[in-house]
């Protein structure tokens, strides 16, 4: 049992109360290695051995996202109504028990339907991690958020490298293993995640919230739109691009070596930038990953061969390890203190709607229009939000 300071009261005031950090990144780490190992074989699963098209595959991906919208939603209201503990418990039951499910019955329509409740259960643990980061007032936020981002992008290198070496042994090794993951996760959740005072500090936080006239800063709106665009074009590297990239000579394994060193950039990155995150301004991290973000898209419009499309990607990896972490820290600090999972949950139904619209308006243009236009596309949204993003932010000092 953690608790980061006691919750007798001093005077009138109870002290506040965390989660250790090192359990938030652990756990962290556990959830996304479970969930990497799922979401890379699930169209090429249900396309190639379930033999159903990529049109039917994709409406599923996207109901998944779907699904985790609405987690996210109810991650978030649990954390800040109910009792965040029992939430994030129940939420790793729901997930464990299903992929226990569907190690053992994999064959359609039920795969399907058990990656919903898969989707549900994730999206209301993204948001309540994310919470839970938020309650951390021993370390700088910025530090929080991007060590929880480092620890979640070693669990993908460790699920993604995970599916590589069981796949070709059968799928229920590869479910099996990410049954294992939040089985482990459950553990740890159940001895290190019940912080003493939280539940309460969280109540009282909620009734304030009731009472409060916060006004919600036209910044949180401004970011929360540019998480949308960000992953709206974060997912076609994730999708179109492997198309694009083999329509044009290349190999997927010329694509999934882009991801291996995505990951390994990222990690490496991110622990040197760690070391300077309370130097940095939200601001300039977020606007300017997000540029980085947006002229990634720009270079892809030209590019040919593979170190083109590795320099392009790697621009969208340096923006991706400044903005991705920073813009929810930065919403935590600007947003309603005592509504944090509210905040969160925003930024994970927005990003769960960005990665669901993506491929569907992906598909759409490139029928329509071809490649670049999607590229050039996605670049003019980017750029959009991130204007909008900076303007908002001149009208706002605090949280910079």
């Known amino acids: 049992m953690e608790i980061q300071n006691s919750s007798d009261e001093v005077g009138s005031k109870p002290r506040h109360v965390e989660i250790k950090p090192w359990v938030l990144y652990l ?39 779907g699904a985790m919208m609405v987690g996210g939603y109810l991650g978030g209201y649990l954390f800040d109504r109910w009792n965040p503990f029992k939430a994030l418990i129940i939420a790793i039951v729901v997930a464990t028990a299903t992929l226990g499910a569907i190690t053992l019955f994999h064959q359609w329509p039920l795969f399907a339907i058990l990656m919903l409740v898969i989707g549900l259960a994730d999206g209301v643990l993204y948001t309540l991690l994310s919470s839970y980061a938020s309650t951390i007032q021993s370390i700088d936020s910025r530090r929080v958020f991007n060590m929880n981002y480092m620890f979640m992008n070693v669990g993908v290198v460790i699920g993604t490298v995970g599916v590589g070496l069981l796949y070709d042994y059968g799928v229920t090794w590869v479910f099996g293993s990410a049954f294992v993951l939040y089985l482990i996760f459950l553990i740890l959740a159940y001895f290190k995640f019940k ?86 301004k939200f601001k300039t991290s977020v606007i300017g990953g997000g540029i980085l973000f947006a002229l990634s898209f720009l270079f892809l419009i030209t590019a040919q061969t593979y170190v083109a499309f590795l320099g392009a990607f790697m621009i969208l990896t340096v923006g991706e390890m400044l903005a991705a972490p920073q813009i929810p820290a930065w919403i935590a600090k600007i947003s309603d203190p005592n509504a944090q999972g509210h905040a969160q949950g925003q930024v994970m139904m927005v990003t769960s709607f960005g990665r669901a619209l993506g491929p569907l308006f992906g598909g759409f243009m490139i029928d329509a229009a071809g490649y670049k236009s999607l590229f050039a596309t996605v670049f003019g949204v980017m750029v959009l939000f991130v204007a909008i993003s900076w303007v908002s932010s001149l009208r706002y000092r605090i949280g910079k």
Do not use: C
Request: hydrophobic residues 50%.
């Open 27 to 65: 756990g962290t780490l556990l959830q996304s290695a479970g969930a990497a190992m799922l979401w890379p074989i699930t169209t090429l699963y249900m396309h190639n051995t379930l033999h159903e098209s990529l049109t039917i595959a994709g409406f599923v991906l996207m109901a998944v996202s």
């Open 195 to 280: 912080v003493v005072g939280l539940a309460k500090q969280a109540a009282k936080a909620a009734a304030k919230a009731d009472r409060s006239n916060f006004k919600t800063p036209k910044l949180v709106y401004a970011l929360l739109g540019l998480t949308f665009s960000i992953y709206f074009g974060y997912v076609l590297w994730e999708s179109v691009v492997a198309t694009h990239m083999t329509d044009l000579g290349l190999s997927i394994q010329d694509y999934s070596s882009l991801w291996t060193i995505n990951g390994v950039v990222l990690i490496i990155g991110q622990s040197i930038l760690n070391k300077y995150a309370e130097r940095i």
